[in-house]
């Protein structure tokens, strides 16, 4: 017999934003070698990790190579029936456009999704159970804090995907968590990979 718990844990879903043109990179950053791969690879693998039964991958500029490489990963890792790719047209308008791409393209019964960046590759798989514990325990969101900054991915509940629906802009989802009060979940740690992100090449070199 299926719990009602078991079928929540099944629900969770994670939202990859893989759209942004990577200006200050130079371009094709999501497809600069990092660690043996392309650098989505790392987004995808934490996602993997995690408990999400359905993995959406957000593209837009270079969207026919990051899907390429995406998919490629997957299968390698046999992961594939948990990755699915949706094109954000309006990519160019910034963040919002391609959270709320994603957000539309979540199944039905989600219990609540994480979202990661595409260009944070060393967020450490350990702390994704810790977001959900503190979500399924109350939270309208976790996201881990290092060093006192809040980091990223962040679990979004079942309460604010809506507000993901409609997210705009560059500023994605940012309001809505900063509304939040004590209701954000705020996960200590000491892995400085929830704040890394790369935006320059200089910034692989000093990983």
Not at 64 to 85: I, M, N, Q, T, Y
Request: aromatic letters at 4%; glycine letters at 14%; proline letters at 6%.
């Amino acid at each position: 017999m299926t719990t009602g718990a078991a079928r929540k844990e099944a629900s969770w879903s994670a939202i990859i934003l893989a759209a942004g043109a990577g200006r200050r990179f130079g371009g094709r950053k999501l497809l600069a070698p990092f660690e043996g791969g392309p650098l989505i690879e790392g987004a995808l693998g934490a996602a993997f990790a995690s408990p999400a039964s359905t993995i959406i991958l957000v593209t837009g500029s270079d969207a026919d190579e990051v899907a390429k490489v995406s998919w490629a990963f997957a299968e390698r890792r046999g992961e594939g029936a948990r990755l699915r790719s949706v094109h954000a047209a309006d990519h160019a308008e910034g963040m919002g456009a391609s959270l709320r791409a994603g957000a539309e393209a979540l199944p039905a019964d989600t219990a609540g999704t994480f979202v990661l960046l595409g260009d944070m590759p060393k967020v450490p798989a350990a702390l994704l159970p810790r977001l959900v514990e503190a979500v399924k325990a109350g939270a309208a969101a976790a996201a881990p804090i290092c060093e006192g900054r809040r980091g990223h991915p962040v679990l979004f509940g079942p309460d604010l995907l809506g507000h993901l629906r409609k997210a705009a802009g560059d500023e994605g989802a940012r309001t809505a968590l900063a509304g939040l009060g004590p209701r954000l979940a705020l996960i200590e740690t000491d892995d400085d990979g929830v704040l890394f992100d790369v935006d320059r090449p200089e910034d692989l070199a000093g990983a």
